[in-house]
Every structure is written in C-alpha cells, then in structure tokens.
C-alpha cells in the first residue's frame, strides 16, 4: 500500500515562490513514476511535472517549464515542486501522484495513487 501526503501550499504574491513536498511511503519506489498535478475552480485536473523516481525522464507541462522544477530526496523518500516566478493562474490545488511504471505520463488516470492536494493561491 503507497501513500502520499502533500505538503508546502499557501497563499504568495505574484512572482513569489512556494515549494511543495510529498513525502511518500508504503514500498520502494524504484520501479514508480511520479508526477505533480494541479486542478484549479471549475477545471480538470492537469499535468505539471513528472518524472522516473529512478532518475530521468524527467517531463513539464509548457505553461511551468521554465519556471518550475521537479526533484526528489531517495533518502527521505519525498519529492519536492520548486516553484518560482508564479503567476496568478498558478492558482489550484496541487495533487502528487505515483504510478506502477517508469515513465512519467500527463493523463491523471495513469496514475493509481493520489495525496490529498495543498492548496496554493498565488494574488495579483
């Protein structure tokens, strides 16, 4: 059984910078994907970033590449969204996300396990 439990949300002006966690356990993960998914008010939920939690494969969606950058600590088993220079649109709760394969992939029904999101509010 994997679980995840998101952390680091709030509330930061525009051009400011949050860093989101997911601390994940329940077994090795070595053989997972992982990824970062955001659903703002009345949208569907949409890929941010992802990756192979063995290294590489590394993929963002076009609105946040450039400005945010996806990591992980094996030793801590958590998984970490820098966020920088955010926009008001950048408003949503943000969900992390691990699937049973290595590659990384921007449908969130790929993925069988979910956190239970932190919410980022990012103001004008």
């Known amino acids: 059984q994997v679980s995840l439990v998101e952390s680091g949300g709030g509330l930061v002006q525009a051009g400011g910078s949050l860093r989101l966690s997911c601390a994940a356990s329940g077994r090795a993960f070595g053989s997972y994907a992982m990824g970062w998914f955001r659903q703002a008010p009345g949208k569907e939920r949409e890929f941010v970033a992802g990756f192979s939690w063995s290294g590489g494969n590394t993929k963002y969606a076009d609105s946040v590449r450039g400005r945010f950058s996806i990591s992980r600590d094996t030793a801590k088993n958590t998984m970490y969204l820098q966020m920088n220079s955010l926009k008001p649109e950048d408003t949503a709760v943000y969900y992390c996300?691990?699937?049973?394969?290595?590659?990384?992939?921007?449908?969130?029904?790929?993925?069988?396990?979910w956190g239970q999101g932190t919410q980022v509010t990012v103001s004008s």
């Open positions: 996300a691990a699937r049973d394969g290595t590659m990384p992939r921007v449908e969130s029904w790929e993925y069988a396990t």
